[in-house]
């Protein structure tokens, strides 16, 4: 078994997962075609739910354990998209097609690294590979609900588009519900308390307001109001005005101390968060996989996206062939030479550490 074999069978792989619809919560099928690749390989692995998970097969609990996770789940298309988006269409260099490049080249090729490792002996480091689902949704079945079901993680490589330099460090999220409360009454009255008004200041206060702690790795934290929505008819003032917030989180905070100081000091009559589960992520620069990784040329960065880091409380690295940039966008594609170079990376990466 060749790393160009092994290449070879991950871009073959990542067509028939373009080729086959998996949006999140709807991925039975793509995980079937990854049970196919097991099977082909002789890898023992488990599914749960639409997750495909195994060890390597020398597993040794004296060892501490590595886990390789990327995603199977995609988006929808958008209406931009001027190629088939469930067509695998491969084009100057391009593999055009929905996941190919968010995360497709990152999960196989990390099947593929980890199909390399599977059968050798005296690993420093166990290995556990998880194909998830449910990453683009942040479902309740995805990545998190198997950090019980997995040995125990001590560090990951989380594979998502970064050209395949080094994301030591990622933005949490925690996405806020506001109100802010007026008078209702109808349009033809006088009213000094409309509520659209008031979130005039509000909107202002939100635009000037700037967290105190930044960080060297991934700067300052990002506050926006996304989404605004108020009344129903021309000819009256609401009662309120729905504001939607997101802030992504540097590692200098938690989100519950996010939270925290925008309940104490945000002028809205009420903000609360969704959830405080995405917190941020890094991954020491001393750790052995990042020391590889510079030593190998790779640079460094803090990640302005999230993935499935923010449900992992060891630490981890983001990790992937592709770009960031074209994630999410028509006529999504990942180049040949990417994945091939991706597969190449990481097989030197843990040759530096685990072997």
């Not at 919560?25 to 023992?44: F, G, H, N, P, V």
């Not at 490049?101 to 390399?116: K, P, R």
């Not at 750790?287 to 302005?304: C, F, N, Q, W």
């Amino acid at each position: 078994m060749t790393l160009e074999q092994l290449t070879n069978d991950a871009i073959s792989l990542l067509k028939k997962l373009i080729e086959t619809p998996s949006f999140s919560s709807e991925e039975d099928k793509t995980a079937s075609i990854i049970e196919a690749w097991m099977k082909r390989y002789l890898i023992d692995y488990k599914r749960t739910k639409n997750n495909v998970w195994a060890v390597n097969k020398h597993f040794d609990e004296n060892n501490p354990t590595l886990l390789l996770n990327s995603h199977h789940d995609t988006v929808k298309p958008n209406s931009a998209y001027s190629k088939d988006p469930f067509k695998a269409i491969i084009e100057d260099g391009k593999l055009y097609g929905l996941g190919s490049n968010d995360a497709g080249g990152c999960l196989v090729s990390l099947i593929a690294t980890f199909t390399y490792f599977y059968n050798q002996e005296n690993l420093k480091y166990n290995l556990v590979l998880v194909a998830s689902a449910e990453e683009e949704s942040s479902g309740p079945n995805g990545l998190n609900s198997m950090l019980s079901i997995i040995p125990k993680i001590d560090v990951a490589i989380v594979g998502e588009p970064t050209l395949m330099n080094l994301a030591v460090a990622e933005k949490g999220l925690v996405v806020f519900d506001a109100k802010v409360v007026g008078t209702p009454s109808h349009a033809a009255h006088p009213n000094d308390n409309n509520c659209i008004y008031n979130t005039i200041k509000v909107l202002q206060w939100f635009k000037d307001f700037k967290f105190e702690k930044t960080s060297d790795v991934l700067g300052d934290v990002k506050l926006t109001v996304t989404q605004i929505k108020a009344g129903t008819q021309h000819n009256a003032v609401p009662a309120d005005v729905d504001l939607v917030i997101d802030v992504r989180v540097n590692d200098a905070y938690t989100n519950a101390e996010i939270a925290k100081i925008l309940q104490e000091k945000s002028p809205c009559d009420s903000i609360t968060p969704r959830s405080l589960r995405l917190n941020s992520s890094s991954i020491p620069l001393n750790h052995d996989l990042v020391k590889a990784g510079i030593a190998m040329g790779r640079e460094t960065y803090g990640s302005p996206t999230l993935s499935d880091q923010a449900v992992l409380t060891c630490s981890s690295l983001k990790l992937g062939p592709g770009n960031s940039t074209r994630s999410h966008s028509a006529d999504e594609f990942i180049y040949l030479n990417e994945i091939e170079e991706g597969i190449k990376i990481y097989v030197e990466l843990l040759n530096r550490v685990i072997v």
